[in-house]
């Protein structure tokens, strides 16, 4: 078993959709759960950072953990063309050494928002 | 957060050549990273680049096949040495801050 699963997709919705987009894991020492956005050629941009179980809002992103499941959610409301783009959930440990920075990441979500 | 830029931001090389990848960080920090991501795959770390230290690498990637080098806070190479077709990916640099880490743009490599 992979230590964190996400359904690759793609993922096609129209335009103002709600938009979920979820992964599960293995690991509970998992602590610091992260969404990144991947635009096409481009870079992982961070989106949503989360350390706690419960809801984190920012504009229209939700991000949701439930530790004790081991899944964490990113809801995207009022989806834009702009949202287009592949989504990245990310985690890591708490640890001392300084190893707590290394991320465990889902092969990511491919999202189409359709005009 | 910090702003992250890559040198090259691609490339396409001949077999059994080496490639140094730069990264350049517009801030000082301690951890710098290197992944690759592999085309449908996800990201995979390399190795950890302190300053003043040796890198640190992850089960499957060596040494010898992708010497570091940290000479200072804001600044790291990562080098694809006797590259084969199947080093073809994109190599990404991050920076730690805090519990989190910012990416880079990525190398986008091509190995004939």
């Known amino acids: 078993q992979k230590e964190v699963e996400q359904d690759p997709g793609p993922l096609s919705v129209p335009e103002g959709a709600i938009v979920s987009l979820n992964c599960t894991y293995s690991n509970s020492a998992f602590q610091y759960f992260m969404w990144y956005r991947q635009y096409s050629r481009k870079g992982p941009e961070l989106l949503m950072y989360t350390y706690s179980s419960g809801n984190k809002e920012d504009g229209r992103f939700t991000a949701q953990v439930d530790k004790s499941s081991k899944y964490i959610s990113l809801f995207i409301r009022d989806s834009q063309p702009s949202d287009s783009a592949t989504y990245l959930c990310?985690?890591?440990?708490?640890?001392?050494?300084?190893?707590?920075?290394?991320?465990?990441f889902g092969k990511g979500t491919l999202l189409t928002v359709n005009p | 957060s910090a702003v992250i830029s890559q040198k090259p931001s691609r490339d396409i090389c001949q077999r059994g050549t080496s490639l140094t990848i730069q990264c350049q960080v517009d801030?000082?920090?301690?951890?710098m990273f290197w992944y690759r991501q592999q085309p449908g795959q996800s990201l995979t770390l390399i190795a950890t680049?302190?300053?003043?230290?040796?890198?640190?690498?992850e089960s499957g990637f060596v040494i010898d096949k992708f010497p570091i080098s940290r000479p200072n806070l804001t600044f790291s190479t990562l080098t694809v040495s006797n590259m084969s077709p199947e080093d073809s990916s994109i190599y990404l640099c991050?920076?730690?801050?805090?519990?989190?880490?910012?990416f880079g743009p990525g190398t986008r490599l091509l190995v004939l």
């Open positions: 991050s920076v730690a801050v805090q519990e989190t880490q910012y």
């Open positions: 680049a302190n300053q003043g230290s040796e890198a640190t690498y």
């Open positions: 990310a985690m890591s440990v708490a640890n001392s050494g300084g190893s707590n920075y290394k991320l465990t």
């Open positions: 801030s000082q920090v301690t951890m």
